[in-house]
């Protein structure tokens, strides 16, 4: 079967310095979507992505998307739709990625330059971006070169759906998504989906992803005082906007990930036996998550609950405090106003508004407690479904086959704690069947300081991406 895919394996591995240069490149443009003074970075991103995939002969159109919701002044970034082949007699595949990145800086404690591309000697390849999600985005182009370079017939029609604001809640892709993916829409014509932005459960087998968590993100504001005050003149005189604002935040969840928030949860879906059975089959250890975590500091003991307390079930995560003073020394200020961030994973059945209404009343009623003088205003930053689909069905199949043929062992079938909001939109524009196939490994650290993808990884994910496309040619139609 797909007896092509030795040569185009061979031309992945001679090939395997220029794109590794190519992730080089990338990794350089800082594109980070959540800070706007780094949207110029996000766009020259998007351009440094055009010129690429123009460079491999793939039609590009780059679609503004308007202003960015509540910022008039900022442009979102253009989503890019490319197409590489457009032959009525092959399948169309319609691959979806990111090409924004979290914010990062040297002095979060990284142990390199997070926009340099640091290759250390065990091949870990460090920047920011590397996995989440430029070295996935980067592996279609790269698929597609080396099938030119190897004079190997390219197995599909490709079309390529880049956004440059998933890592701020997509904003401005939904709409664009059910508009293009139409008839006569630029989206239109995909038999199945395929979105390479999750990883690995551990660090040796690869998995191919049913399931996302969704993710509501609050901010909680409380101000008071008409600017920042020095605490040996004010202290014990002004009422403190961050001593209301930590037990506001203290009250959300336990030490031991329990959902504080009367409610939250009574919407989860209650755990069948069948689905209780799919977890001791998982290949995953409790030395997996040691590994990943870089500590032993589990909130679970076994791994089925530790799986479970990542797909399963909700969780909520206090991220930061913006106004107060997180610097080194001692300065000894009393911040005037601060905004504690949070969020909440959501599995089926949480309700987004219901869930909204539920945590705006608990802060609300909390705050009234304390008896504070200050003012309180609590916002939805934005939110992002949860997805969970069936993972019986041809496009799996092919992936499962691509995954025995590229690292000769069968996937495991997982569900993701993470979210990639924009993979329900696929799903219900296109009617078509979602797959998530990662390329990176659990010990990526997406996100977190020393981001990395293992050259093993990439190159081996290039194999399995373009061996995926050319198993999609194959398969029968369910
Ligand atoms: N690789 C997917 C990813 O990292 N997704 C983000 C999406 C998000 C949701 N809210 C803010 N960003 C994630 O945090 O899961
Ligand atoms: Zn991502
Ligand atoms: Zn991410």
């Avoid at 900022?74 to 990145?101: F, S």
Wanted: net charge negative; hydrophobic share 35%; with cysteine.
């Amino acid at each position: 079967m797909a007896p092509q895919l030795d040569g185009y394996f061979k031309q992945v591995d001679t090939s395997a310095g220029k794109f590794i240069e190519r992730l080089r490149q990338a990794v350089a443009i800082p594109s980070i979507s959540a800070e706007p003074q780094r949207r110029p970075d996000v766009v020259r991103m998007s351009k440094f992505l055009e010129e690429q995939l123009k460079s491999i002969g793939a039609t590009v159109q780059a679609h503004p998307l308007g202003p960015q919701p509540g910022h008039p002044e900022l442009e979102l970034p253009p989503v890019l739709v490319a197409r590489y082949g457009n032959d009525k007699n092959k399948r169309t595949v319609l691959v979806y990625g990111h090409y924004d990145v979290q914010p990062a800086e040297k002095s979060d404690g990284w142990n390199s330059e997070p926009f340099e591309l640091t290759i250390d000697e065990k091949d870990r390849m460090f920047g920011r971006g590397s996995t989440d999600d430029k070295g996935p985005v980067l592996g279609w182009i790269n698929a597609i070169q080396a099938h030119q370079e190897a004079n190997i017939d390219f197995p599909v029609n490709l079309m390529m759906c880049f956004e440059g604001m998933e890592e701020y809640g997509s904003e401005g892709l939904e709409d664009f998504i059910h508009k293009e993916a139409k008839q006569g829409g630029v989206l239109h014509g995909a038999d199945v989906v395929c979105i390479s932005d999750n990883y690995w459960l551990g660090t040796e087998k690869p998995c191919l992803t049913y399931g996302l968590r969704g993710c509501n993100y609050y901010g909680v504001t409380i101000s008071g005082p008409g600017q920042d005050l020095h605490s040996g003149v004010f202290g014990g005189s002004a009422q403190e906007p961050m001593t209301d604002l930590v037990r506001v935040l203290g009250s959300l969840v336990d030490t031991h990930g329990q959902i504080q928030i009367p409610g939250v949860m009574d919407m989860v879906a209650p755990v069948t036996d069948e689905e209780k059975d799919l977890y001791p089959g998982i290949a995953y250890s409790m030395d997996n998550l040691f590994e990943s975590l870089g500590s032993k500091t589990s909130i679970h003991e076994d791994k089925d609950r530790t799986l479970m307390a990542r797909w399963r079930f909700p969780s909520l995560s206090v991220h930061g405090i913006e106004g107060a003073f997180a610097g080194a020394g001692a300065k000894t200020v009393i911040p005037a106003k601060v905004t504690g961030k949070f969020s909440i994973r959501t599995v089926p059945n949480i309700e987004s508004d219901k869930l909204d209404q539920i945590v705006f009343k608990h802060v609300k009623d909390i705050f009234a407690k304390l008896g504070s003088k200050n003012t309180l205003d609590v916002q939805l930053i934005h939110a992002g479904p949860w997805w969970v689909a069936s993972p019986k069905h041809w496009n799996f199949e092919a992936a499962g086959k691509a995954v025995e043929r590229v690292f000769g062992i069968k996937p495991d079938f997982t569900r993701e704690g993470g979210s990639i909001p924009i993979t329900i939109t696929f799903e219900q524009a296109t009617g078509k069947n979602v797959l998530l196939l990662p390329m990176g490994s659990s010990t990526d650290a997406a996100h977190s300081i020393n981001e990395k993808l293992d050259r093993r990884n990439y190159i081996e994910g290039i194999k399995l991406l373009g061996a995926y496309l050319h198993y999609v040619a194959e398969e029968k139609m369910d």
